[in-house]
């Protein structure tokens, strides 16, 4: 389940200074600094990251990822990421029990259509970005994944 490395990764540095990420940076920087006054326990399951459960990671890094044209798994502030690495732009990332991917207006008007979400509970996705909706674990969002990734190219 751990990223697997491309030739030409991408550095931290660029992600984060990536206009496009500014309210995706700013929410895990928050969510990072909330997360570190929680102690990790045994209890914890092997494959979580800071909050984020396996089922999500396997979703991003392996089901959805797997129909890009490059090797997009990063971990950004504790958070599995994909990240379009010529351009540094995030399209996807979980948190908790979902992912959260960035689409296309296009491809973002007909999924609302569909009654994908942009805010659950106390998280407004719209407040991170625009474009920004919560996965459902359908087949028609890989295709969306890839999308995605294309829109990423600023």
């Given amino acids: ?36 006054t929680f102690p990790r326990t045994q209890a914890q399951p092997p494959g979580d990251v800071d909050g984020v459960h396996p089922d999500i990671v396997i979703r991003l890094w392996n089901e959805l990822a797997s129909v890009l044209p490059e090797k997009c798994q990063w971990v950004l502030l504790g958070t ?11 399209f996807a990332f979980g948190v908790g029990m979902s992912y959260c991917l960035r689409l296309p207006p296009h491809l973002y008007a007909e999924a609302i259509q569909a009654d994908y979400e942009s805010s659950r509970g ?17 087949d028609l969002e890989r295709q969306w994944c890839l999308a995605a990734h294309e829109s990423a190219s600023i």
Avoid: Y
């Fill in 1 to 36: 389940m751990a990223p697997q490395q491309s030739g030409s990764a991408v550095e931290l540095s660029t992600i984060l200074q990536c206009g496009e990420n500014a309210g995706l940076i700013h929410f895990l920087q928050e969510r990072a600094e909330r997360l570190a």
């Fill in 80 to 90: 599995p990421i994909l990240v379009r690495l010529d351009t540094a732009v995030v």
């Fill in 122 to 138: 106390d998280l407004n996705l719209n407040e991170i970005g625009t474009g920004w909706l919560f996965g459902k674990f359908l």
